[in-house]
């Protein structure tokens, strides 16, 4: 891809990694990503050199603790000195905005693929009803369950994310020690209604709707 060969691992298991992140965005919205996927830069994802594709993993900012949990549906970054390039919405979660870079650490949760995800706790998959979604939902974020123990987040994270176009995001909530599992901003009602649906269909019913600013 643009001049470069890159070796592919068969597995994405036990990976982990350290180095510098950068970020991609507007210059590269709606291009075609090396999974065949247009390029999202609301997206939570990022570009990998030899990750399989869609490959789910967890970059966490050395400095400041911060996480996020992004698919790898693109190859690079084309930067020698840097390990992953993130979406601007994953480097937003980050607060890399501004440094441009930060030393990150990656760590593989998993890969989907269609009709096979992991398993998660079955008392985090709440009823909601898509038709119930109102006509104007302006950045919404649909939360699917909260836990104590990280692991129990990242579980249903890597469940749902076979059956919504975004990558699942975990939210530490340090004041009520809880992890939450979201998905979003959706800013229209069709496509939240979409995600409910595909949710629904997956066994994944989503707990709570939350209408919230970026």
Known sequence: MRGRDYCTLDSAEGFRERGTASWYGSMFHGRDTASGEPFDMHALTAAHPYLPLHTSVRVSDVRTGATVVVK???????????????????????????????????????????????????????????????????ASFVQLGAFAERANADALALRAQAYVSQVPDIEHDVEGALYRVRVGPFESAASLRAALEGLAAAGLDARTVRAMSR
Do not use: C, H, W, Y
Request: aromatic share 2%; hydrophobic share 40%.
């Open 72 to 138: 790898i549906n693109d190859r690079g970054p084309f930067a020698d000195d840097r390990v992953i390039d993130l979406s601007r919405a994953a480097a937003q979660r980050l607060g890399m905005m501004d440094s441009g870079t930060t030393e990150v650490t990656i760590e593989a949760l998993g890969t989907t693929s269609a009709g096979k995800v992991s398993s998660a706790d079955p008392a985090a998959d709440p009823a909601a009803d898509p038709a119930a979604v109102p006509a104007t939902v302006p």
